[in-house]
């Protein structure tokens, strides 16, 4: 979805992939609210949340998609991709399994999004690093082999949640100006 609102604004859809409990929900209640909860129930409990950015005196609005949790059976359906142009593909590093499935992530948003979409790999929950099962280097290999974007964050103390969001919104903005 890139739509041109009167001339000076834009509307763009951002997706959030990644296995079930990467924190895919708590990034975007700390990016749109500055909330984070602790309890496994980050329900958005919308389809998406809208943000609004200002890119060289251009006023963005940003509508960030997040799953219902569909994504533990594998369902997440082509609806939720649908105008998709840009995508947080989010992982654990605290969990190397789900770092493991960002590939078919990859593959599913290829499948479904035909135009150019500006894509982030985002290493979440960096304040685990006591637990660290993926180290930084292992994210930033599979960011340059993909040609994504690469950050990784914590929705918990807030790191790097805006500046992620940021990047894709503004890459977008640059893909389609
Ligand atoms: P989702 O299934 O990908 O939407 O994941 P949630 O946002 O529901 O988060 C799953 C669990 O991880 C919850 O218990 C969160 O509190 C926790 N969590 C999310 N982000 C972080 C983070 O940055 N650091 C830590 N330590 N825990 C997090
Ligand atoms: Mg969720």
Request: proline share 1%; with cysteine.
């Amino acid at each position: 979805m890139e739509e041109e609102v009167g001339g000076e604004e834009y509307l763009f859809k951002v997706v959030l992939i990644g296995d079930s409990a990467v924190g895919k929900s708590n990034l975007l209640s700390r990016f749109a609210r500055n909330e984070f909860d602790p309890n496994n129930k980050a329900t958005i409990g919308v389809e998406f949340l809208t943000q609004e950015l200002e890119i060289d005196g251009k006023m963005v609005k940003a509508q960030i998609w997040d799953t219902a949790g569909q994504e533990r059976f594998r369902a997440v359906t082509s609806a939720y991709y649908r105008g998709a142009v840009g995508a947080l593909i989010v992982y654990d590093i605290s969990r190397k399994t789900t770092f493991e499935s960002v590939e078919r992530w990859l593959d599913e948003l290829t499948t479904h999004c035909e135009t150019t979409v500006a894509r982030m790999l985002v290493g979440n929950k960096c304040d685990l690093e006591d637990i660290r099962d993926v180290s930084v280097e292992d994210g930033k290999s599979l960011a340059e082999e993909e040609g994504l974007f690469f950050m990784e964050t914590s929705a918990l103390n807030a790191t790097n949640v805006q500046t992620a969001f940021e990047m894709v919104i503004r890459e977008i903005y640059n893909n389609v100006s």
